[in-house]
């Protein structure tokens, strides 16, 4: 028992130090082109940033998710070649997407045109690189995610200088995600695999029954972000997507944890989930509530101790209008804390009918108080829209987890073991 705390708890620390490092490099990326660009160059940035965040959950969905619920701890062998397929995946995502983004930036022309551009030459990187991330820790490798990401990081400090110097939207986007692909072609040599294109087909055919959920339910999670922050720019114009964007990158310390955790959420789940099933829900309300009180202690550390004069000068002339929004933002991540524990033990059980529909009525709720109140009120009604969105899209999904938890069956003894999920 003390052994698998001890090996649960070295997996959590190497997902949280993976984490730590991207969070940390894209608050970095964040901070130098808000100061770089002022609100508006930076609102700009930020719907390619959401696109970008669209495209990644359409990829984790067909390809990634499938991979951590069924090879979580699987063979050497069946690993590798899952992992083949899977990243070759994300690799024809990257490029399908990319030639979208890439006709969509020739299409839309001037600031925005040239940001959209720069994403599609960058989109095959990104995904291949992230894909290795949920492939190691699938494998129970954290570490070899850690210095990936480290690697990523490494490679963006020098891309961002340059950048800086052009002063330009497509010069940031393109610092940014280079350095991804360079990060992805590490990830091959960390492996010893290559991404198999030639697999994909057959990967999302077997895996369809999981992949197409898991598409549709990450898409409705981040496709609802993108439009919320499409109409707020369209409804109260680009300074107040800024503002949104520059109010989110202060809570980026805790999106580390909240994200380091849920690499390792699920796998930790579905180990659980084959060791005592009954202890599964505990382990999601300790997961979920333990990330909930992290996020409400570091927003109202924010809101009461951060002096104007140190948000000046971490965000410049971002800092004002993202005051505001500090309150809402951080009740709305603490709601996201909550959802991730119910999330992991959907995954884990495979019940991807029942998160789906969690997962629409929780986007569907986002979208709608996002959009309402920024009518009402700009960028802080939008803030306050979402934030009760997404209380409600919490009780939720936690039904939907205790649903799930009574509808499992222990599989029969001959059940392939890699659809062993419902």
Not at 308 to 316: E, F, I, Q
Request: glycine share 16%.
């Amino acid at each position: 028992m003390r052994q698998g705390v001890r090996a649960m708890a070295g997996r959590l620390s190497w997902g949280l130090g993976d984490q730590a490092v991207s969070s940390l490099s894209n608050f970095a990326v964040g901070i130098v082109v808000a100061r770089g660009l002022g609100v508006t160059g930076f609102g700009v940035f930020t719907l390619a940033w959401v696109t970008y965040g669209v495209l990644l959950n359409v990829s984790r969905g067909l390809a990634t998710d499938p991979l951590v619920v069924r090879f979580s701890g699987a063979a050497d062998e069946r690993w590798r070649s899952a992992v083949a397929r899977s990243s070759g995946t994300a690799l024809l995502i990257g490029l399908g997407s990319g030639a979208l983004s890439v006709l969509a930036g020739l299409a839309l022309g001037g600031v925005i045109g040239w940001a959209f551009l720069g994403l599609g030459v960058v989109l095959p990187g990104l995904l291949v690189q992230d894909s290795w991330r949920y492939a190691f820790f699938a494998a129970g490798q954290g570490q070899k995610a850690f210095l990936n990401d480290i690697v990523w990081a490494a490679a963006m400090v020098p891309a961002l200088f340059l950048a800086a110097k052009s002063g330009t939207v497509f010069a940031f986007v393109l610092a940014w995600g280079l350095s991804a692909a360079l990060a992805a072609g590490y990830g091959a040599l960390q492996s010893g695999v290559l991404p198999s294109a030639g697999g994909a087909r057959e990967w999302v055919s077997r895996h369809r029954d999981l992949g197409s959920r898991y598409l549709v339910e990450n898409v409705s999670n981040s496709g609802a972000s993108q439009l919320r922050m499409y109409g707020l720019g369209a409804i109260a114009g680009l300074s107040a997507v800024g503002a949104i964007r520059g109010g989110e990158l202060l809570l980026a310390p805790f999106l580390a944890l909240l994200m380091g955790v849920s690499l390792v959420a699920v796998p930790e789940a579905a180990r659980v989930l084959k060791r005592s099933p009954a202890r599964l829900p505990a382990f999601c309300l300790v997961l979920g509530g333990g990330q909930a009180a992290a996020a409400l202690v570091w927003g109202l550390g924010i809101l009461l101790f951060l002096p104007d004069s140190l948000g000046t000068l971490v965000l410049g002339e971002v800092w004002g209008p993202a005051e505001e929004l500090i309150l809402p933002i951080t009740l709305s991540v603490t709601g996201a804390g909550v959802v991730a524990g119910a999330t992991a033990g959907l995954r884990a059980l495979g019940a991807a009918k029942l998160s789906l529909r969690a997962q629409l009525f929780a986007s569907a709720g986002y979208l709608g108080g996002g959009l309402a109140g920024a009518a009402l009120g700009g960028a802080l009604g939008a803030s306050w829209g979402s934030t009760i969105a997404m209380w409600c899209g919490a009780a939720v999904w936690w039904w939907q987890l205790r649903v799930g938890f009574r509808q499992y069956v222990v599989p029969e003894p001959d059940q392939p073991e890699e659809m062993r999920t419902r």
